[in-house]
């Protein structure tokens, strides 16, 4: 295991709490990170040092978004979720709640890098807690409280926010598998009728027939779009709990939207909101920049019982789908504008070499780096109690690299700790620490479960154990704050003149 590996003593000086920026020991004045003069635009970026566009996505993710930048959507009152027609609560015409427009900023939703110390170790880039569970996504139209115990009480999501660790990696891993996949349906193609299978990096993505020249994709396994002609047809995405999400960018133009009502509209107002050039595409380019270079999760030492457990994971099947490590032909990592979805490599305009800090992969004997993520990239079936509700059980596979600081867990956050996860996923609605047996309710990880909960107590918690080494980074994006403390000095300094 090379996962970043630290001493626990190491592990816990990274646990600090996002404190001084180097220097002065004060923190960097917001209001000097997203002003006129600082926005950008895509042409800026050639000329622009990486951690400048570092810090410009920072500004991004952290800058608290006002009516006047455009957050926010017209009057419209019907309750959809859609923008321009989104709903209000008491009359509350800036945060929905419901169907988004629910935070000021990214940070709100992604700051806190351990909920196992005290207090809350709290950083740029971790996960929400439950605090700032998102509700809704997809459009809703009704809320009912007063029945308990149904899965149709609201026509929406519940969203628990995830950290942004490691997403370079996971995103030039899925670039990489999606080149395979392009690879084989070409091949496919040229090789005439007949079923051809499917798999990246070791990954079984089912198979595809072709008969008289017309592809039936009716065979893959795991891909969120299967439509044959359309630009991401067999194109992994990584991102989002549902898979459907191709780049870090993609998500950012989904959760801007979303969120804050924010979008790059090319000078239209397109949500009624009186506001056009919201977002700029050099923002947004910045923003997937900051995203995809963040640090990456880490392990602290395996020993003993620990030892043990990752052999038991291994054995149990859970490494079925959450694969440890795999491994990428290349440490550069393209970001791309425009992006399209089947050519992965096309149109990059910020090149970022993955073994370089902060995300710091190990690079691997054939010149890539070593993402050592425990998932596939795949999305699976998880069973009708994991169900949302529009009968919706496909997700992918959570990657497990941080999974000790990150509770709770699930899409939802339904599940407290992490053997509450381990179970619910296997079949059971509202498990708990005690459960000892389960229902198969049709998920794929029915088989993987039942052996865990088959095992007795000492191997049990030899697994959780192991799984307790996976830990997050500190989160603190050091070289940026002082970037940023420079900028806010020398913007100070422009004023007092």
């Known amino acids: 295991m090379k996962l970043r590996t630290m001493t626990i003593a190491c592990a816990f000086a990274l646990a600090a709490p996002l404190a001084a920026i180097a ?28 951690d400048e566009i570092r810090l410009a996505g920072m500004r991004m993710f952290t800058n608290p978004f006002r009516v006047a930048d455009g957050f926010g959507d017209g009057d419209d009152a019907n309750p959809t979720g859609i923008q321009t027609e989104r709903g209000s609560l008491q009359n ?10 629910d935070g000021q900023t990214c940070l709100e939703c992604h700051s806190i890098i351990s909920r196992r110390t005290v207090p809350m170790t709290f950083g740029i880039g971790g996960v929400g807690g ?46 990489e598998m999606t080149e395979e996949l392009q690879q084989q349906l070409h091949a496919a193609q040229a090789a005439g009728d007949g079923t051809y299978p499917l798999s990246a990096k070791g ?21 969120a779009n299967v439509t044959p002609g359309d630009e991401d047809f067999l194109v992994v995405q990584p991102f989002g709990r549902k898979g459907n999400e191709k780049s870090t960018r993609t998500f950012d133009v989904g959760a801007l939207s979303f969120h804050f009502g924010m979008a790059v509209d090319h000078g239209n107002d397109h949500d009624g909101d009186g506001v056009v050039n919201e ?97 596939d990239l795949k999305r699976h079936y998880m069973g009708e109690s994991l169900e949302e509700f529009n009968g919706d059980g496909m997700f992918t596979t959570m990657r497990l690299w941080g999974v000790a600081d990150t509770a709770p867990y699930l899409h939802d956050g339904r599940a407290l700790t992490i053997r509450d996860a381990i179970v619910m996923h296997g079949g059971v609605p509202n498990a708990r620490t005690n459960a000892t047996a389960i229902t198969d309710d049709g998920s794929e990880a029915f088989g993987a479960v039942s052996n865990f909960l088959a095992a007795g107590e000492a191997d049990q918690k030899a697994v959780l154990a192991f799984l307790d080494t996976l830990r997050s980074p500190d989160g603190t994006f050091d070289a940026l704050l002082e970037l940023a403390s420079k900028v806010s000095d020398d913007d100070d300094d422009d004023d007092d003149e």
């Open 23 to 50: 220097g002065d020991d004060e923190p960097v004045d917001i209001r000097n990170l997203f002003t006129g003069d600082d926005r950008v635009q895509q042409s800026d970026l050639a000329n622009m040092s990486r």
């Open 92 to 101: 509350n015409t800036t945060f929905q709640r419901i169907g988004g427009l």
């Open 130 to 175: 439950v605090n700032n569970t998102v509700l809704g996504a997809g459009g809703n139209t009704f809320v009912d409280l007063t029945t308990p115990n149904k899965k149709e009480n609201i026509d929406g999501r519940v969203i628990n926010p995830p950290f942004i660790f490691g997403a370079g990696g996971i995103e030039h891993l899925a670039n």
């Open 203 to 223: 990954v079984d993505f089912g198979s595809l027939t072709i008969a008289g020249g017309v592809i039936d994709a009716s065979g893959v396994e795991g891909i």
């Open 279 to 375: 977002v700029f595409d050099g923002e947004l380019s910045a923003l997937s920049v900051f995203v995809g270079t963040a640090q990456t999760p880490f392990q602290t030492k395996v020993k003993g019982k620990a030892k043990r457990g990752e052999r038991l994971l291994n054995s149990m099947g859970c490494t079925e789908c959450h694969i440890p490590k795999m491994d990428t032909d290349s440490k550069l990592l393209g970001f791309r504008f425009p992006e399209i979805g089947n050519e992965p490599f096309a149109n990059v305009h910020t090149t970022v070499d993955l073994t370089e800090a902060p995300m710091s992969f190990e690079e691997n004997d054939n010149g890539g780096v070593t993402i050592e993520l425990f998932a």
